[in-house]
């Protein structure tokens, strides 16, 4: 099957063929740092990680940027109120930012440029729109004249007509445009010399460049003029996606993106994230309620990224439940060995595993459809359990498919992989508790004292450790559901 993407430039899925066969060119609208980002935020983030993984598993060299907002009216506002420099406000962020990264495995991209240290290039892109005759200036600022461009708006479809006189894009009231509807460029004259937190000098005078143009700057200094894809979320479709691409066509007489993929909104219970409804969430929050980074990655890639996505904590305690599944299994797998020829009987498990691989392909290659991916993995879950539950015949290629569709798998979604630093992270200490725990509920069931065993069972759970019985005995796993962090217990607890 063909990998395929929904284009909002064409409203339309389509077959993706990158500029450069093998190669893609990826731009992310990255965060603007003025304060910690949140779980929409990285909604996004790791449904794009998810993109990047999937286009390397099928073969592709994929270089990506993504950009950090570090100067824009939000952080300008925060260091003014502080009485501080930019820098004081945005460096703990972007700090916070790469910790919360690492924390739910995402991969490094090629470049995280920041807006400061791209003014120059900015710049160019301005002179070069005012050469080609899309700009005007007032007052040592710069705007950008939409009805100038005869296309603008084709991303959503627009009209420029349609919005009218008096309506007016983004939040430039204080500026003097001939045009409501115009975008600004360059912010330049009184109002941004006095203030002092960020000015540049330019041919217009002292300023600070427009958000939208920041993008555009670092995108084609890391990429050139021509991008694969670009993505974000589906509030940067207007007007930030429209004036960049606007104003990077108008520069460079070449068209921008190819492909533009937006993610849905993240709701949480339901409604939208607010502090004041008590439903908004950063990473470390989370962890702080005993939750682990497994299990958020899971959950924030659980749906599709083009359907709005409710984020509930009973949701985090069931992607927890399916972890345990996927790990179960997996140690079955590494655990069995290959059963003795008999002479031809087929190999279930390798039929399984073949189809499984086939499946989660197919639809990945629908345009990320994550259900039906996850589907296919779950239903090698269950059936190869049974499989492996009744007397049929197993063999060393059998179990070798069936572990590489779950590395194949993981390689592009990457949660057991979280799951193996979450357990690699466990003190000795708390190893040693968790096994002496196991060989006494051991004993216990050996007596026949099943409430011994069982209260054993309850207190593990208490702190994260859920057990496993099966024919190779008993296994424990490191759980993502509530409860107190397993590393923080360092005593045995007297039963």
């Not at 492909?259 to 502090?275: Q, R």
């Not at 470390?284 to 083009?306: C, D, F, K, M, V």
């Not at 004292?449 to 859920?466: N, P």
Request: glycine share 8%; aromatic share 8%; charged share 30%.
């Amino acid at each position: 099957m063909t990998l395929r993407f929904h284009n909002t430039l064409s409203r339309t899925l389509e077959p993706f063929e990158p500029r450069e066969p093998g190669r893609v060119r990826i731009y992310t609208c990255g965060p603007t740092v003025y304060d910690r980002a949140h779980i929409g935020n990285f909604r996004t983030f790791v449904w794009e990680d998810l993109l990047r993984r999937y286009l390397k598993f099928r073969g592709y060299e994929v270089e990506q940027v993504m950009n950090l907002t570090d100067v824009d009216d939000r952080t300008i506002g925060a260091a003014a109120d502080r009485g501080t420099s930019l820098a004081e406000i945005t460096e703990p962020v972007i700090a916070h930012f790469h910790e919360d990264w690492e924390t739910l495995g995402l991969e490094p991209v090629e470049h995280n440029p920041r807006a400061t240290e791209h003014v120059p290039q900015m710049i160019d892109i301005v002179r070069a729109l005012e050469a080609n005759g899309y700009t005007y200036e007032v007052d040592g600022s710069v705007y950008f004249a939409i009805d100038r461009l005869s296309d603008y708006g084709r991303l959503v479809n627009l009209d420029p007509a349609d919005l009218g006189r008096t309506e007016r894009v983004e939040g430039d009231e204080e500026y003097t445009k001939e045009n409501p509807r115009d975008f600004v460029l360059w912010k330049g004259g009184e109002r941004e010399v006095e203030g002092a937190v960020a000015t540049w000098d330019s041919p217009w005078g002292p300023g600070r460049p427009g958000w939208h143009l920041e993008c555009s700057a670092m995108a084609i200094e890391y990429l050139g003029p021509e991008l694969d894809i670009h993505t974000g979320g589906v509030d940067n479709i207007f007007p930030h996606h429209t004036n960049e691409m606007a104003q990077s066509e108008a520069a460079t007489k070449r068209p921008f993106a190819k492909y533009w993929l937006h993610a849905e909104h993240l709701l949480v219970d339901g409604a939208k994230m607010s502090k004041s409804l008590g439903n908004f969430y950063t990473i470390p929050s989370l962890l702080e309620r005993g939750y682990r980074p497994s299990a958020i990655r899971y959950l924030l890639l659980s749906a599709h990224y083009r359907k709005q996505l409710n984020f509930t904590l009973e949701g985090l305690v069931n992607a927890a439940r399916a972890l345990d599944r996927l790990e179960e299994f997996r140690q079955r797998l590494e655990e069995r060995n290959a059963d003795p020829e008999d002479g031809g009987e087929p190999d279930r498990l390798l039929d399984l595993s073949a189809s499984a691989r086939d499946a989660f392909v197919a639809a990945m290659d629908d345009d990320l459809n994550v259900s039906d991916a996850l589907g296919s993995i779950f239903t090698l879950v269950r059936d190869g359990n049974r499989l492996l539950d009744e007397s049929s015949p197993v063999s060393d290629a059998g179990l070798k498919a069936a572990r590489e569709v779950l590395r194949d798998f993981d390689s592009v979604f990457g949660i057991m992989a979280l799951r193996d630093r979450e357990r690699a992270a466990l003190p000795a200490s708390v190893e040693q508790w968790v096994a002496a725990r196991v060989a006494e509920r051991e004993d216990a069931r050996g007596r026949r004292d099943w409430d011994r065993a069982d209260a054993i069972r309850d207190e593990l759970e208490e702190h994260g450790i859920v057990l496993e019985d099966g024919p190779e005995g008993t296994r424990w796993l490191v759980s993502g559901a509530v409860g107190p962090d397993p590393a923080a217990v360092s005593q045995p607890v007297d039963g």
